[in-house]
């Protein structure tokens, strides 16, 4: 059912934006046989949009999944870790120095970049100390540093439209997203989800205690290290190119808990497919316009998120009385 939904939002963003088309247009397009104004409207516009949409949507929902499970955590997301604040860090670095001048692609790569620093000095604790806590300690500690770096670099802005710039894209978006920005980030996307493969029998034997799961056969610091692993590569990917997309990786796994039951395991495939349905619907939203601006896309899913984090905390409060 959630691939049926995601297939057709999918199709259905090709028809919403500020020039409407008929559903023979959009197929017309698809097959390359409408005129060249609709074709680059709905093939290098539009389509680009909703592929990059499913890959953010499906990796922040797959990681907020796995690092809920690992860490026994329901307030965990992809944020925890510190690499969407380290990857936002590179990007608004890019920007500040002006960069994109003399290279068109240099905030995705030093986004990428921030995002591997992120991720090497959290795979070199885990490989120290693999403790939960521990994790969580210096993800908190990554992102809290990386932050104050981001509030210093745009308290030096040289100027309002570069200060502008790195405003709006820490908002976050899908807008004008192109192939080459698909082709930038989808093998370290493909990477992070392929770490993810194998580790559901893992989740479900940790939701046990790491005592237990290592008794039933199951290497909890290796399981651990691909989850930190993957979750940062293909997360920091998708906020080189979208920008920073807070919430999904928080809200997606306890929607989709209330519909498969509570096993981590089970949350993976599911979470991802959800995830990709919230962001692709968010991204809906953003293209109604409002008066003179335009909604972002990192606010709408704060908008869906933050009341949601808030009855979780609320839930998580009563539960430990």
């Not at 921030?114 to 990554?142: E, W, Y």
Request: net charge positive.
């Amino acid at each position: 059912m959630l691939g049926i939904l995601l297939g057709a939002l999918c199709f259905l963003s090709l028809f919403i934006g500020s020039v409407s088309f008929s559903a023979a247009e959009v197929f017309s397009a698809l097959l390359g046989n409408a005129d060249q104004a609709t074709t680059i409207i709905i093939v290098e516009l539009r389509l680009p949009r909703v592929f990059m949409g499913l890959l953010a949507g499906a990796t922040l929902g797959l990681s907020g999944a796995s690092l809920q499970g690992m860490l026994r955590n329901p307030l965990a997301d992809p944020g925890i870790i510190g690499v969407s604040s380290m990857a936002g860090l590179g990007a608004v670095i890019a920007i500040y120095m002006g960069l994109t001048d003399l290279f068109p692609a240099a905030i995705q790569i030093m986004a990428i970049l921030g995002a591997m620093i992120a991720t090497f000095i959290l795979v070199l604790i885990a490989a120290r100390d693999s403790s939960v806590l521990t994790l969580i300690l210096a993800g908190i500690g990554i992102s809290s540093l990386a932050t104050a770096a981001i509030s210093l670099t745009m308290n030096f802005a040289p100027n309002p439209m570069t200060l502008q710039d790195m405003v709006m894209w820490m908002l976050g978006s899908l807008e004008n997203r192109t192939i080459a920005d698909i082709l930038i980030s989808l093998p370290f996307i493909l990477i992070g989800w392929a770490l993810h493969l194998g580790i559901s029998h893992g989740l479900d034997a940790c939701s046990l205690g790491d005592d237990t799961a290592r008794t039933l056969g199951i290497d909890t610091k290796k399981m651990q290290l691909k989850i930190i692993l993957g979750g940062a590569i293909s997360v920091g990917a998708v906020v080189a190119v979208c920008g920073a997309i807070g919430f999904v990786g928080l809200v997606v796994p306890h929607i989709v808990r209330r519909l498969i039951g509570y096993a981590p395991g089970k949350l993976l495939i599911p979470s991802a497919l959800m995830g990709a349905i919230l962001l692709i619907s968010a991204d809906l939203f953003t293209r109604i316009p409002f008066g003179a601006g335009q909604l972002r896309l990192g606010v709408v899913t704060a908008i869906i998120g933050a009341p949601m984090f808030l009855y979780i905390v609320y839930k998580t409060r009563r539960a430990m009385r």
